[in-house]
């Protein structure tokens, strides 16, 4: 591993394809590695209307709050604003014959969407994002342990 990373990068996370498999489902490795995308209409969060934070499937990186998010019929979860624009990464994807502004997890890379310049005030932003890209933390669930690392807890 490269000892010079910089201070914002100290937080990164960086797993060989092997890691990556064993800690994401199929269908997040697609997406997340991928850069694939899931059919519209058919994620767990794209009506989701619950109060708390997305965080990165990959990484666990806070990215959007569910007071961001909004119904852009799309069929794909919606928001006009990062928690934080530096815990994403932007990057020009010229891929399928268009060109449109990808949108990354700056501390994985894991790939969640694109961004759009068609969304709502206050910020004009439609940030795209697959459901398979984010795992939901809903608010009022501080009991859970913090370090809760080891993947999305049972329901019993
Ligand atoms: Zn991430």
């Known amino acids: 591993m490269a000892e010079a990373d910089t201070g914002d990068e100290a937080d990164r996370l960086e797993l060989d394809d092997d890691g990556w498999r064993e800690r994401l489902t199929d269908e997040q ?3 997340l590695r991928q850069r694939g995308t899931e059919p519209p209409f058919t994620g767990r969060h794209h009506r989701t209307k619950v109060a708390g934070t997305y965080r990165c499937a990959g990484c666990g990186n806070p990215l959007f709050r569910s007071e961001a ?10 928001f006009f ?5 530096d815990r994403l990464r932007n990057r020009t ?4 014959s268009m060109v449109r502004t990808e949108v990354l997890c700056a501390r994985c ?18 940030y795209c994002v697959n459901s398979a890209s984010l795992d939901l933390d809903p608010d009022g669930d501080e009991d859970v342990a913090p370090d809760g ?8």
């Open 29 to 31: 490795y697609r997406i």
């Open 69 to 78: 998010k909004y119904e852009s019929g799309s069929g794909w979860p919606s």
């Open 81 to 85: 604003r990062p928690t934080d624009p």
């Open 109 to 126: 890379d894991g790939h969640l969407g694109h961004v759009f310049e068609d969304g709502p005030a206050p910020t004009g932003l439609r």
């Open 149 to 156: 690392s080891a993947g999305p807890a049972e329901i019993n």
């Open 93 to 96: 994807d010229h891929s399928d």
